[in-house]
């Protein structure tokens, strides 16, 4: 275990709970926060404050001017310089805590690098955006038996569970199907309020903290919900969930890792275009999805598909079928992104 400063840490393991063995484990624990936006800047922010002693941090994005309201880890010089958010974030936690060891991954999380990207940590946590990386993610902890903690944040409202694989209910029990596309609203269409990401992302980070030092009494089967605007805050039993399973926690069954789901991107020959297949085909309410990116500029639509202009130079033609093209671009991880941030799964 790596050593840590009593003096430093010492208001921490005055709490009970934690202790000094609790710090202890702190030091020589690793976690992987998958996503660094508003939520996974406050995780990993919260952890190596807290002493944590290894942190890999996975994010495919920049930060955008957009962001600093809500992405507690980047500031206006990483946005003009446009670092990515992995590399921006892992400079601004080394001068937090120089003892921790951060480690910032530049990636989209995919099946393919799945083993790679969550493999060797002790805990996950999700910062992601989108339910294509969620379940990847839970289907990894559950194969390989690592917990992991789900959170999400939209508008006012936030989510968290703790999965510990075999004993509590996982994200399939929750989600059996993930939505089709354009179902959900998204942090893009619907938007979101600071304090709503920090509240979330501090509640994830604790119970991070409850893993490692082994407080799991009581910890999962359950999902906090909150809605910040209206100050309700409720817990919701998930036990019955757990006690039966689902086909991924108990059956082994991991479509999302072994790539039998999933979104498939590929550029279009002769185009500055991707084409992106739906995590799920099936029907989009293209007059529901119109309606949302209204909001970004002038939107097309028809019986067939809706198009809209997202962002300066990126278009976005969303199909029935939930297929989409984005043109403008002939990155493929980029036009995930871009269908995962304004249309969602």
Known sequence: MTAFDPERYSRQVRFTPLGPEGQARLAGARVAVVGCGALGSVVAMTLVRA?????????????????????????????????????????????????????????DLTPTNAETLLGGVDV?????????ARFIVNEYACRHGIPWVYGGAIGAEGRVMTVLPGTTACLRCLIPEPPAPGVMPTCDTAGIIGPTAVVVGAIEAAEVIKLIVGATVGLGSRLLACDLWEGVWKTIDLSSLAEQGCATCRGGDFPWLEGRMGTQAAAICGRDAVQVAAARPGAVDLAALAARLQAFGAVTANPWLVRAEVEPGIQVSVFADGRAIVAGTRDESKARAIVARYVGA
């Open 51 to 107: 002493g944590l002693g290894f942190v890999r941090i996975i994010d495919r994005d920049v930060p955008e001017l957009s962001n600093l309201p809500r992405q507690v880890l980047f500031d206006e010089a990483d946005v003009a310089a446009g670092v990515p958010k992995a590399a921006a974030a892992a400079a601004h936690l080394s001068r937090i805590n120089s003892g921790a060891k951060i480690e910032p991954v530049v990636a």
């Open 124 to 132: 996950i946590v999700d910062g992601t955006d989108n339910f294509e």
